[in-house]
C-alpha cells in the first residue's frame, strides 16, 4: 500500500503541470490581459483631460501605433509601456514566464494579485472561512439527509413511501440552487413573506458583541438559508445512488443466505449491505466535497453576498489577475488530487478485500 501512494503522490506532479500547461495556452490566447487594461485606464485618463484642456502639460508624447505591441498604446510613451509590462512580468517571454511561475510554486510562492494590495496567499485564507462554512455543512448535512433517506427508499422499494420521495427529490434537483436561493429569500428573508433569516453575510454587524453562545446562533442563523440553498440542488443524486447501490446489494445471493440462516433483516442491512454499498457512495465523497466547496457556490455566494473563493475566482478571471487565477487552480487541482487519494484509501478502511497496490501489478 505504501508503494501505491507514493505512485499516487508522484503522479500528481505531472498532473499538475499538465493542467496549468494548458490554462497558461488558454490564458495567452485570451484578450484583455492585465498590461491592456492599465494602458486601457491611461489611455481613457488622458482623453478625459485633453477633452477638458485639449493637452495635459507635460503629458506623455505621441507615439506611432507601430511602437506598442499592445492595442490602445497608441498615445502612451514607449518607455511607460515597457515600464507597464515590466511590472506584471510580461517583458518576458511566455515560456520563460511558465517555467519561472512553476519554479515560484515549487517553492510555495503564489506571488502577489495584480490589482489587489495582498499576497495570493492572503487572499485565499482571508476568503477561506466563508468557502469552508458552505461547503462543510453543506457537504455534511447532504450526506446526512441522502443516505438515510436512499436506504429508507430501498427497503421500502415501489411504496407509497418512494414514490413520493421520489417526488420531490425529482423535483429539488429540476431547480437550480441559485433559483431556489431567491424563493428562500422572497419566501424567508424578508422578499415579500417573512422576515426569519438574514439576507447577506455570515455574521451581524454587532457579531464582536455577542456571547460565545450567541456568536454561534448567529453564525448558524446566517447560514440556513445559503445552505438549504446548496443542499436541495444536490442532495437528490446522492439519494438515488445511496437507493441503487442498496437494491443492488440486497438482491445478491449473500443476503439470501444471511437470511436464510435466520438473521434479522436489521442485521442483515447493517451487518452486511451497508459496508458493500457504500463503497460507491465513499468513491463519490470527494468529487462532491471539493465541487460544492469550490465551485458549486459561486452563484450562492453572489445572491447572499458572501465573499468567499468562488466569487474571488470569478472575479480574478474576468480581471485577469494572473497570480490569483493561477495560484488559486494550483492549490485547488492540488487539494482535489489529494482528496481523490484519501478516498481511495477510505476504500481500504471500509473493506479490507481491496488492494490497490495488487491491482496495478
Do not use: C
Amino acid at each position: 500500500m505504501l508503494a501505491y501512494i507514493l505512485r499516487r503522490l508522484l503522479l500528481i506532479i505531472p498532473t499538475l503541470f499538465g493542467i496549468l500547461l494548458i490554462n497558461f495556452l488558454i490564458i495567452q490566447a485570451a484578450p484583455g490581459g492585465p498590461v491592456e487594461q492599465m494602458i486601457a485606464k491611461l489611455e481613457g485618463f488622458d482623453a478625459a483631460a485633453g477633452g477638458a484642456t485639449g493637452r495635459v502639460s507635460g503629458g506623455a508624447a505621441e507615439v506611432s501605433s507601430a511602437s506598442s505591441s499592445y492595442r490602445g498604446g497608441q498615445g502612451l510613451d514607449p518607455e511607460l509601456v515597457a515600464e507597464i509590462e515590466r511590472m506584471y512580468g510580461f517583458d518576458k517571454p511566455a515560456s520563460e514566464r511558465f517555467w519561472q511561475m512553476l519554479g515560484n510554486y515549487a517553492r510555495l510562492d503564489f506571488g502577489s494579485s495584480f490589482f489587489r494590495d495582498a499576497s495570493v496567499l492572503e487572499l485565499i485564507a482571508e476568503k477561506l472561512p466563508v468557502s469552508i462554512s458552505l461547503g462543510l455543512w453543506s457537504t455534511l448535512i447532504m450526506y446526512l439527509v441522502s443516505i438515510p433517506l436512499g436506504i429508507a427508499k430501498a427497503v421500502r422499494h415501489g411504496s407509497a413511501f418512494d414514490v413520493w420521495t421520489s417526488s420531490a427529490i425529482i423535483i429539488g434537483y429540476a431547480i437550480p440552487a441559485f433559483l431556489f436561493a431567491i424563493l428562500l429569500i422572497v419566501v424567508f428573508a424578508g422578499g415579500s413573506y417573512l422576515d426569519w433569516f438574514p439576507l447577506r453575510g455570515l455574521t451581524s454587524n454587532d457579531f464582536d458583541e455577542l456571547s460565545t453562545g450567541g456568536k454561534i446562533l448567529d453564525y448558524l442563523w446566517h447560514l440556513v438559508l445559503p445552505v438549504t440553498a446548496l443542499v436541495i440542488g444536490n442532495f437528490a443524486t446522492l439519494t438515488l445512488l445511496t437507493k441503487n447501490s442498496f437494491l443492488d446489494e440486497i438482491n445478491k445471493q449473500y443476503v439470501v443466505t444471511a437470511r436464510a440462516k435466520g438473521l434479522s433483516e436489521k442485521r442483515v442491512l447493517y451487518g452486511h449491505v451497508f459496508r458493500n454499498a457504500m463503497l460507491i457512495i465513499i468513491a463519490g465523497f470527494p468529487s462532491a466535497f471539493i465541487g460544492i466547496f469550490f465551485t458549486g457556490s459561486l452563484l450562492i455566494e453572489v445572491i447572499f453576498s458572501l465573499d468567499g473563493l468562488g466569487l474571488l475566482s470569478f472575479e480574478s478571471a474576468l480581471n485577469r489577475d494572473y497570480p490569483v487565477v493561477f495560484g488559486s487552480l494550483f492549490i485547488f487541482t492540488l487539494l482535489g488530487l489529494l482528496v481523490k487519494l484519501i478516498g481511495d484509501l477510505t476504500y481500504t478502511l471500509v473493506d479490507p478485500r481491496i488492494d490497490f497496490a495488487s491491482r496495478e501489478q
